[in-house]
């Protein structure tokens, strides 16, 4: 047994973290949240010359086929450092769900331009209010052709392409819904940026008018290639989120060292430590949560929807609370524009969302462990 | 990242678990996987003698104190090792409380200060469970604060004379040995007056009285000290370097605590997965599912922090103070989980007669035990504050008392 990274992972996280140090600092995540450009182009161009977009894509798609472990301590970083780019959109996302159902047409064409930093995509869930279900989605296909809103949609306002998820039945039943791969410069497909709590990320809503679309994956399998997807993506993003809560924890703690007040640091005072330490807590067991969400992920092991489910609401829980406090360690300050307390707070609230609520995945959690208790 | 046993490691089991097979005390089984926090006891039998025999069979076919050199009666075995054959010994775990103190943090304090007359003479015993022996830390004076103790040790030539008052010492009424840290120089600040010994339990002038618990059981006693005569060979380190020696011994205690504790998660899923309430099974309710949830990744959580550990002890590192985080979160998850589960039970959640109560019983004895895990082996608050400067760095509280001789910090008279 060896429950930890392998010392090239780890390598590969210092790199990763101190590229992102450097392009990717406090200023850049600004820049986008203060509305001079919708994401970091340079950072994203970056992204790919270091081969951080490809890392999960295998070589002959153009990828470096490192795999997902790898991705998994990227992803941590890329959640550390707020990165103000479309990467788990079009990773985690839109790139998953090519290399489960894409035909081989689609992965030649699709997946090296996403290695490239050439292509942005994303999935096209939600329409309106709620959590991922099949019920849930309205949005109508017929003769390859989309009707419908979809929103919100995650980049969908810069994405080169969506898969979307489309009704293509009334039997009440998961395989009404089938997928589309649509490229956003298709006639009959508009996307509008929409406000959001985290503006380093954008959302948007996308209406479609008769827009032609392909298939991704079956008639009727759309479901069942989201699930999976979101089960993919949950790990990977808890692994942002865990980035992020450690982030959070640290900034609470140099703070707490530096700042003084009744003639002494405040980290001295045991209600700042205790809050720190729960902090930490809470920390640590998401991280354990998630290494084994990883170790699901990468080796498609049954256990996966369960560790998937574990990981995103310990991960998610992990960085709100660590979000919320460093901002309460800071006291005042950490209620103004200028320091950067906000943005960790922003990002950790709006994650805790995007993939379906934290009812939604504690729901989920319960349900897949009555099923393996029960078999 | 694997959990994946090497092909040595895999030999090791199969071994474990083929032993445990051929020897496991059986009869008990049924009764000890129904035990859980505060209700380890057997009905028609005293667990101590089951345990004490279940230890002696271990010890025969070499399955004790696994990571102990095998001149001091272990196995010479691997942390790995160690956590396998604790993933295979199950419910017969349950056996094993008596001699933990011993294993975790007696019997490594020895090894480390103890002569090597003294490690030859007692450790096997130790491992053996012939010698049971306990931690005389805690005092009235000195719980969480355990270097503002009080008993005395006065040198008499070659011996010393000991007087004072331990307390919460778990296992002294059938303790044979007990680690015992005194103050031998209270005009010194309090941390570097300290000395440790060891003693004979049954010796002249130790004398043993239970406490009746909030829980209503008896585990652990006050032990009373009346000019105790104890030889210098039974120094554990330099005199005056007692809170050095008891550094050791803590470090030891998160090591054996951690990889198998008890959050009542496994209790309180299953009993909501089969509770029928009036708006049907327990488990299909909302608000449950929620709590459920929560307390599922509180649990997976630790359990993977400890594989995190055992993987990191493998490497070579040291256990460090990031271990505390079992305790604090298992203890308040005992709590909870107990007082949730009585509330789903409704009005007859207050019976607790195991032949009448609901789930025979075991949330009621979960909750009126688990303050005690909040507590024992450094409180909630103490942990944090461990967390708080030993790992995140934090200053450490301002001691007024740091400097001060010991005989001149202000006590109020008590």
Avoid at chain 1, 89 to 118: C, D, H, M, N
Avoid at chain 1, 122 to 149: H, M
Avoid at chain 2, 55 to 83: D, F, H, I, M, T
Wanted: glycine content about 10%; some cysteine; charged content about 25%.
């Amino acid at each position: 047994m060896n429950f930890d990274f392998s010392d090239e992972q780890k390598q590969l996280r210092d790199t990763a973290r101190k590229f992102l140090a450097e392009k990717c600092p406090p200023k850049a995540v600004r820049a986008v949240i203060e509305g001079s450009a919708p994401y970091d182009r340079e950072l994203w161009k970056g992204l790919a010359e270091m081969g951080f977009l490809g890392v999960a894509i295998p070589e002959s798609y153009g990828g470096t086929g490192a795999g997902h472990l790898e991705l998994c301590v990227i992803a941590e970083e890329m959640g550390r450092a707020l990165a103000p780019v479309p990467f788990s959109s079009t990773v985690y996302l839109a790139a998953e769900a090519l290399l489960i159902a894409g035909s081989e047409a689609q992965k030649q064409k699709w997946l090296p331009l996403i290695a490239s930093g050439e292509a942005i995509g994303t999935l096209a869930l939600f329409e309106g209010r709620g959590n991922p279900s099949p019920q849930s989605i309205k949005l109508a296909a017929s003769n390859g052709a989309l009707d419908g809103t979809k929103k919100p949609v995650p980049d969908a306002a810069i994405a080169d392409f969506a898969v979307v998820a489309a009704r293509t039945g009334s039997s009440g039943r998961d395989t009404d819904i089938s997928l589309f791969l649509v490229d956003m410069k298709a006639d009959g497909v508009a996307a509008k940026a929409l406000g959001n709590i985290d503006p380093s990320h954008g959302q948007a809503e996308i209406v479609f008018k008769n827009c032609k679309a392909e298939p991704l994956g079956s008639a009727g399998e759309g479901w069942s290639i989201v699930a999976q997807v979101l089960d993919r993506a949950a790990v990977l993003l808890a692994f942002e989120q865990v980035g992020g809560a450690d982030r959070a924890l640290e900034m609470g703690r140099d703070y707490a060292l530096d700042r003084i007040a009744f003639g002494r640091p405040i980290g001295s005072f045991q209600a700042i430590k205790h809050m720190l330490a729960d902090m930490y807590v809470s920390a640590t067991l998401a991280r354990s949560n998630c290494y084994y969400g990883a170790w699901a992920l990468s080796t498609n092991a049954g256990e996966l929807p369960e560790a998937a489910a574990a990981a995103r609401i310990s991960a998610t829980q992990a960085f709100q609370h660590c979000a919320k406090n460093n901002i309460q360690v800071h006291g005042g300050m950490g209620f103004t524009w200028e320091f950067d307390c906000h943005l960790y707070y922003r990002r950790a609230n709006a994650t805790a969302l995007s993939l379906g609520s934290l009812s939604y995945w504690e729901d989920a959690l319960i349900d897949r462990m009555r099923k393996r208790n029960a078999a | 990242m694997n959990f994946d046993d090497s092909p040595q490691e895999a030999a090791f089991r199969a071994e474990a678990r083929a032993w445990i097979e051929a020897n496991a005390p059986k009869e008990f089984e049924a009764e000890l996987s129904k035990a859980s926090l505060g209700r380890i006891r057997l009905q028609k039998h005293d667990i101590v003698e089951v345990a004490k025999a279940w230890q002696k069979k271990k010890a025969e076919g070499g399955w004790v104190c696994l990571n102990w050199p095998k001149e001091y009666g272990g196995r010479g075995a691997s942390a790995v090792e160690r956590v396998i054959w604790q993933q295979e010994e199950g419910v017969y775990f349950k056996l094993t409380s008596p001699f933990q103190i011993g294993e975790g943090m007696c019997g490594p304090t020895l090894m480390a200060f103890g002569s090597e007359a003294d490690k030859r003479r007692y450790l096997p015993r130790i491992a053996s469970g012939d010698e049971i022996w306990c931690q005389l830390f805690s005092e009235p004076a000195g719980g969480s604060d355990v270097a503002g103790l009080r008993t005395r040790a006065e040198r008499d030539g070659d011996h010393w004379i000991i007087n004072g008052q331990k307390i919460w010492t778990s296992g002294a009424h059938y303790a044979d040995y007990g680690l015992l840290i005194t103050r031998t120089d209270p005009a010194v600040p309090k941390h570097k007056g300290l000395t440790m010994f060891f003693i004979d339990m049954k010796s002249a002038g130790v004398e043993v009285r239970p406490i009746k618990q909030a829980n209503g059981m008896q585990e652990f006693n006050e032990v009373f000290f009346t000019n105790l005569r104890i030889p210098d060979s039974q120094r554990l380190g330099a005199v005056g370097d007692g809170w050095n020696v008891s550094l050791t011994t803590l470090m030891n205690e998160r090591m054996s605590i951690g990889a198998r504790l008890a959050t009542g998660f496994n209790e309180i899923f299953e009993f909501c997965c089969n509770l029928v309430t009036e708006h049907g099974l327990a488990i299909d309710d909302r608000a449950t599912r929620s709590k459920l949830a929560q307390w599922a990744v509180k649990n997976s959580g630790l359990k993977y922090t400890s594989m995190r550990t055992v993987s990191a002890l493998s490497r070579g590192d040291r256990p460090g103070p990031e271990n505390s985080i079992g305790k604090l979160v298992s203890g308040a998850m005992l709590q909870d989980i107990a007082a949730y589960a009585m509330d789903l039970q409704g009005a007859s959640g207050m019976l607790n007669d195991p032949a009448t109560a609901e789930a025979a019983g075991q949330f009621q004895a979960m909750l009126l035990s688990s303050p005690s895990v909040r507590i024992a082996g450094g409180t909630d608050e103490i942990l944090r504050n461990i967390i708080a400067e030993r790992v995140l760095g934090l200053p450490g509280d301002i001691r007024v008392d740091k400097d001060v001789p010991f005989n001149q910090i202000p006590t109020r008279g008590r």
